[in-house]
């Protein structure tokens, strides 16, 4: 385990913290240089694409895949990030899975309350449905807000009759608005997540709505009939308790869902990869898990 890799780039990171009460362009700006240094995977294509709603990034790996389709759902509390700012984690998706991906940029709060970013992660999957991407051949993807995203994609896809994808994978979804699990409270180090951010995120994009409204989250909603899903998140991260209550659900309601906690790592671990033996492994994982559900016929 890695800690010791993680303690020293949490050290450099804590030398750029975010600006104090600050507009929300200049939060993004903040944000978009967090990775801009780290190095992107290698023999990949990187071309911005339209799919539907949203234009974004579509990586192609050499001698890669092209008619299967990884979906990725960038996190970012739906108020922070882009696709470009996720290249780390994309690209080397798309090299461990030898499948394109595409990472759409969906609209961001506050101009774009919810549930604007919903509704373009399901228009993503649409279009992707009508335009030549085979169901079986497609797995949805993402993190944290993006994973939210994933799930409710997936979700509302079934609520309206369309072929589910071939499989699901969530990094540390944020999914508990309510904050009613216990990693709330009982984790008060969170050295990415502190309380005031995420109260800053959800009023972004809930304003005062439901915490627990579906519109905006699928934490409460019935998962039968879900594709197999993996959950990778954190011991050391206050969303915790969202995977494994999750999980645990998902279980219940008869889908084949699996759950890794990686011990010592904190939310968003994966953007770090190439300096993190975790953060690879986690991408390597899921890569891994989404070439075996993905038909390849």
Excluded at 3 to 25: F, K, T, V, Y
Excluded at 140 to 165: E, F, I, M, Q, W
Aim: hydrophobic letters at 40%; one cysteine or more; a negative charge.
């Amino acid at each position: 385990m890695s800690r010791q890799q993680l303690g020293q780039i949490l050290e450099i990171s804590a030398r750029n913290p975010p600006p104090d009460n600050a507009a929300p362009a200049e939060m993004r700006a903040w944000a978009e240089g967090i990775t801009s240094h780290t190095p992107l995977a290698g023999h990949v294509t990187i071309v911005r694409s339209n799919f539907g709603p949203c234009q974004g990034d579509l990586i192609l790996p050499e001698h890669g895949d092209a008619s299967h389709l990884i979906i990725y759902y960038h996190g970012g509390g739906f108020f922070l990030f882009s696709a470009h700012a996720y290249r780390v984690t994309t690209t080397n998706l798309a090299r461990a899975s030898g499948v394109a991906v595409f990472a759409p940029d969906y609209r961001l709060a506050p101009e774009h309350p919810a549930p604007a970013a919903h509704d373009d992660a399901f228009g993503v999957y649409q279009w992707a449905l009508e335009h030549g991407y085979a169901a079986e051949r497609i797995a949805l993807c993402g993190d944290s807000a993006g994973g939210n995203l994933a799930l409710a994609t997936v979700v509302r896809a079934r609520a309206a009759g369309l072929k589910l994808p071939a499989g699901l994978v969530l990094f540390s979804p944020w999914l508990d608005f309510a904050e009613q699990g216990a990693s709330y409270r009982s984790i008060s180090d969170d050295p990415v997540l502190p309380p005031a951010m995420l109260r800053r995120f959800k009023q972004a994009y809930l304003g005062e709505g439901e915490r627990q409204s579906p519109a905006a989250t699928p934490f409460d909603a019935d998962f039968r009939g879900l594709p197999p899903t993996l959950v990778h998140v954190g011991s050391w991260e206050r969303l915790r308790d969202d995977s494994i209550t999750l999980v645990q659900r998902m279980q219940a309601h008869g889908v084949d869902a699996e759950l890794q906690i990686f011990e010592g790592m904190c939310h968003g671990w994966q953007l770090f990869a190439p300096m993190l033996e975790e953060g690879m492994a986690s991408i390597e994982q899921a890569a891994r898990f989404i070439m075996s559900r993905q038909v390849s016929q």
